[in-house]
């Protein structure tokens, strides 16, 4: 069956780096130009898009709070995904979730507004200022 593991998070201060993975299983990268997401859940908040990528075009989303400050990138030989974020804020302080739609890949503001089929347990990332 599918199944998403993310890693990589954990506490940063203000500034800084950290990067996320996501291995995926249950499926093949390269079979098609499916969708993996990364999505984020802070306390009291509504869960949100953070950023999408298309498995075989390469395709990238970005939510406009994380442009030019995040980027995500796929190396389908090892069927995972990573979540390269700098600049950190507090306020990116969330649960991040891998996840995943194994439609063929369309617009994806599609993903951002209805989400994804498949979602990891979650990583939590913690900046302080």
């Known amino acids: 069956e599918v199944q998403l593991v993310e890693s990589g998070g954990g506490s940063v201060q203000a500034g800084g780096p950290l990067r996320l993975s996501c291995v995926a299983s249950?499926?093949?990268?390269?079979?098609?130009?499916?969708?993996i997401g990364w999505f984020r859940e802070a306390p009291g908040k509504q869960r949100e898009g953070v950023s999408v990528i298309g498995t075989r075009d390469g395709s990238t989303y970005y939510a406009d709070s994380v442009k030019g400050r995040f980027t995500v990138s796929s190396d389908n030989a090892k069927n995972t995904v990573y979540l390269q974020m700098n600049s950190l804020k507090p306020e990116d302080t969330a649960v991040y979730y891998c996840?995943?739609?194994?439609?063929?890949?369309?617009?994806?503001?599609?993903?951002?507004?209805?989400?994804?089929?498949?979602w990891g347990k979650g990583t939590l990332v913690t900046v302080s200022s």
């Open positions: 249950g499926f093949t990268f390269d079979a098609d130009n499916y969708a």
């Open positions: 996840t995943a739609d194994l439609g063929t890949f369309r617009d994806g503001h599609y993903y951002f507004a209805y989400g994804m089929d498949y």
